[in-house]
């Protein structure tokens, strides 16, 4: 099992919202060099990419997220569309009434622990 911040079983697709402490905190990274933070990040998301269930992969960070006209084609590149174009949006707007699972949701996987 994998732990990942979105995902979307509908579609079959991960989100990751990525902040860049985890890369710059001491205490993150763990004793590591960042060149290592971001390889260990780099073999986690091929890990998860290669489940079966996995079919999109999106990641992003604040200022995407905090724009919904940015957030939307990251999220359709991996695969979560809406039901229907809205005319406007709404922060109560649902996409093909598949909302993401709650925060570091579990990707079921075959064998092998999360990292």
Known sequence: M?????????FGAVGESDGRIKYTDPEMM???TTAQVLMD????EDDIRALPEVRG?????????????????????AGVVPAR???RATS?????NERPSTTKSPVPAPGGPAR
């Open 2 to 10: 994998a732990i990942v911040d979105n995902w979307w079983p509908g």
């Open 30 to 32: 763990a004793g590591r």
């Open 41 to 44: 990040e780099k073999d986690r």
């Open 57 to 77: 992969f999106a990641r992003w960070g604040w200022n995407v997220a905090l724009d919904v006209r940015r957030l939307g084609p990251v999220l359709a590149r």
């Open 85 to 87: 174009s809205p005319r």
């Open 92 to 96: 109560s707007s649902t996409v093909e």
